[in-house]
């Protein structure tokens, strides 16, 4: 006996609704796969949100990351119990740091940090093992690695390390770490190699600390009690005759990359939200053309008794049906795409989220997305369709049958007629239906005004990187262990083939101080000869540095966040590492980005040196090669680095600008993928409303088809003429998209910019996007209507013609 639900048990409305839903199948899936893929966008992006902001912090916490870095003098065992003993501490640890370079076997030198730790079982920094150990013996090192550093050895290489003493010693990768502490953003980021002190001294390394690590007790999310701690440290430091060369904050409950990483999540975000609006245009289009086409129905039903309100209630039932179908298929895919977001992030800050999970709020915020918006955007039609008078329904009221409005078209279709008639025919088709005709265009317009958007945010950002990158780097930037006379240093590059100009800058570590001798911040101050090529710096206040100029600075515009009325001509008191605070002018302000940390200050060189009691001397240099790209660049490294060796320099490292920019742009790159796939799922959104336009443009044409059968229009005929039409389509929002993408660009970059780099960037417009979406409008134009145009060409002379 079969005791499956039957159809005849539901009311004959309710049956109706599962016949609406059932008997076009694909109509029904054009809709709830874009009612489906907004709210798998929406899902993805809070799941993805909730989640790393709830693990990423833990992560970070876990690890008992310090609240207070500080660079100083050499200090040993003894001065770490002093500083144990200051009120507020909780624990000190000491390191180690030096900048070396490193290689396997026939491989190139690569820069990296070496740390000399004292106890790797310390309850400072616990790193976390990927690969082998976390705890190396003698004769070993661990390096640690994300997507932000990856140095390409593996547990059991044999490293060769090259001192700054010039000295080579072999190593062994005992394991692979994740350190997050070392995630924040940083030009000059390289990675780190940790060693114990007892293989510190074997290799002949003086055995004394450079860094203090400090962890307070207390809230270590209080910025008051870090701050406090800290000028206390400073105070016992400078006492003891040591001079504090940098010092650095951190909260232990967030992480340094949370904020610009949540700030990425929220673009997403409201592009997620934009894909959900243009899916409502589809529902529009839908409800309208199931009400045109059932009239009669309705007509019919309310002869027999039914009520406007019942027959509301139907078809917003049929809505909702599409809503939950819609949530089957999304909120799942949505929590695992959420949960594999967090997860690629995670990584990529080197932290790690717990195990997958639904989240509660992305769910709510599903079920409401996809119940309301669709219900909003069908509530008019649908209304429309149920408050209609009944002569009106059961006429003959038929889209084919209105009287077609002779607009200028058709008015002057005799300049066309050079254009073959079936051409002429999908020209007017096109515009037949205008109110859909506008929705489908909005949909599939700013669909392609997002993705030509996003290349032009890409553009603009690479430039803005390559604008960064220039104040850190030359094509080939050598650094030195100790300062060299600039006259033997130049002598010996100049000497080099491929070089064609040496620089020589300085540079030194300050802070920027209050009246009474408080910190106001950390500023890192960069001395390039006045001459120099490589910078071009975006003056947005005075003017730049000149030959004459004493105690002069031209500094970042992130100074803005301490001085916000700073103005050129103002007076900031500086203190230098090693010198008493002085005043210095500002003579100009260039744009820069928060993100990056500190503000960054330029002086004149020759000042700069002569100030430090180096004159004429520097231990960075940058150089002007012949050619620019990453191949020749690394090669002419190679060679410079093999030279100065022999020649007796003591290399600190040997830095290309391209692989510079090429790290410092992963960051970038990862936001842009993230973008093009928001557009991506826009361009869907937009695909299908087009597709469920030209399907039921053709179900509205469907005599027309019989008559055009009749006198022997061919199927490839009636199957181009559909194409066309979609294609005419696609190519008008091709042009619109183009405008449109002016003002979205520079929404997308102005939101980009002030959520990750504190300050508005340039907008750059590139050809690529606008070419691109071109392609791909066609070829999404050519997919919507193959469907329908197939479907048309099917139809038999008696089937369109027995149509009503």
Do not use: C
């Amino acid at each position: 006996m079969n005791t499956g639900i039957k159809m005849n048990s539901f009311r004959p409305r309710w049956r109706k609704v599962g016949s609406d839903l059932w008997d076009d199948k694909s109509r029904t899936g054009l809709v709830i796969a874009s009612i489906a893929v907004g709210v798998f966008a929406i899902g993805m992006i809070i799941s993805g949100f909730v989640i790393m902001r709830e693990d990423v912090n833990l992560s970070y916490a876990s690890i008992n990351p310090p609240n207070i870095d500080i660079q100083t003098d050499p200090f040993d065992k003894d001065f770490v119990e002093v500083i144990e003993k200051v009120p507020g501490v909780k624990d000190v640890e000491g390191r180690r740091i030096i900048g070396i370079q490193t290689k396997i076997k026939d491989g190139d030198w690569k820069n990296i940090k070496l740390v000399g730790v004292s106890d790797f079982s310390g309850d400072i920094t616990h790193l976390t093992p990927i690969e082998g150990t976390q705890f190396p013996r003698d004769g070993e090192v661990i390096i640690n690695q994300n997507m932000t550093h990856i140095s390409g050895y593996h547990t059991g290489d044999s490293i060769e390390i090259e001192l700054p003493d010039g000295s080579t010693h072999n190593l062994t990768v005992a394991g692979l770490v994740t350190d997050q502490t070392t995630t924040k953003p940083d030009p000059g980021a390289t990675n780190n190699i940790y060693i114990s002190l007892e293989t510190l001294r074997s290799l002949g390394v003086e055995d004394f600390f450079n860094h203090l690590l400090v962890t307070v007790d207390g809230d270590g999310s209080d910025q008051k009690i870090i701050s406090d701690v800290a000028e206390k440290i400073k105070i016992k430091t400078e006492r003891s005759q040591r001079e504090v060369y940098r010092q650095e904050e951190m909260l232990s409950s967030e992480h340094p990359m949370i904020d610009s990483i949540l700030a990425i999540l929220g673009v997403l975000g409201a592009l997620g939200v934009l894909i959900t609006i243009l899916s409502s245009s589809l529902i529009v289009n839908t409800l309208n053309a199931i009400l045109t086409h059932q009239l009669h129905q309705i007509g019919i039903m309310k002869l027999v008794g039914g009520r406007s309100y019942q027959i509301l209630g139907m078809y917003l039932t049929l809505i909702i049906a599409y809503s939950l179908i819609a949530l089957v298929l999304a909120v799942p895919l949505g929590a695992i795409a959420g949960y594999a977001l967090a997860w690629f992030l995670s990584n990529f800050m080197g932290a790690a989220i717990q195990g997958f999970r639904i989240v509660p709020a992305a769910v709510t915020a599903q079920v409401l997305t996809a119940i309301l918006i669709p219900l909003a955007a069908g509530f008019v039609p649908v209304r429309n369709g149920a408050n209609i008078k009944v002569q009106l329904a059961i006429s003959n009221y038929r889209p084919s049958s209105q009287k077609i409005n002779r607009g200028a078209f058709n008015r002057n279709a005799h300049l066309f007629s050079w254009i073959s008639r079936p051409v002429l025919l999908s020209i007017r088709n096109t515009f037949r239906k205008k109110g859909r005709l506008l929705l489908t265009i909005f949909t599939l317009t700013v669909a392609g005004a997002v993705f030509i958007g996003v290349f032009n945010v890409r553009d603009s950002m690479d430039n803005v990187m390559s604008q960064i990158m220039q104040h850190f780097l030359g094509d080939v930037t050598v650094n030195f262990s100790h300062p060299y006379r600039v006259s033997k240093v130049e002598q010996s590059l100049l000497g080099i083939n491929g070089v064609t100009d040496v620089e020589a800058w300085g540079g030194a570590a300050g802070e920027i101080q209050d009246s009474n001798g408080n910190k106001v911040t950390d500023l890192s101050i960069v001395a390039p000869p006045s001459d120099t090529q490589l910078l071009d710096p975006d003056i947005v206040a005075g003017r730049w540095l000149l030959p004459e100029d004493e105690k002069a600075l031209v500094v970042s515009d992130s100074i803005y966040k301490y001085y916000p009325d700073l103005i050129p001509g103002d007076k900031l008191i500086l203190k230098i590492a090693g010198q008493r605070q002085q005043d210095w002018r500002v003579v100009g302000i260039f744009r820069f980005v928060e993100m990056l940390g500190d503000p960054i200050a330029y002086a004149d060189f020759e000042y700069f040196a002569d100030s430090l009691n180096l004159p004429n001397q520097a231990s960075s240099y940058r150089l002007i090669t012949e050619a620019h790209d990453a191949a020749s660049q690394l090669a002419l490294s190679v060679r410079i680095n093999r030279y100065l060796s022999d020649t007796g320099f003591a290399i600190q490292s040997v830095q290309t600008g391209e692989l510079l920019q090429k790290n410092a742009s992963q960051g970038v790159n990862v936001l842009v993928i993230f973008l093009l796939i928001m557009a991506i799922l826009t361009a869907i959104v937009g695909s299908i409303g087009l597709t469920g336009t030209m399907s039921i443009n053709v179900f509205e044409r469907t005599r027309e088809i019989g008559i055009m059968r009749t006198i022997g229009a061919e199927d490839s005929v009636i199957m181009q003429s559909v194409v066309f039409e979609a294609l005419v389509i696609g190519l008008i929002t091709w042009i619109l998209a183009i405008g449109l993408s002016f003002p979205i660009s520079y929404a997308l970059l102005n939101i980009i910019g002030l959520a990750m780099m504190g300050s508005a960037m340039t907008l750059s417009f590139t050809p690529l996007g606008i070419l691109l979406w071109f392609i791909i409008v066609i070829i999404l134009s050519v997919i919507a209507s193959i469907m329908p145009a197939r479907n048309a060409a099917r139809l038999t002379i008696n089937e369109v013609l027995a149509y009503e």
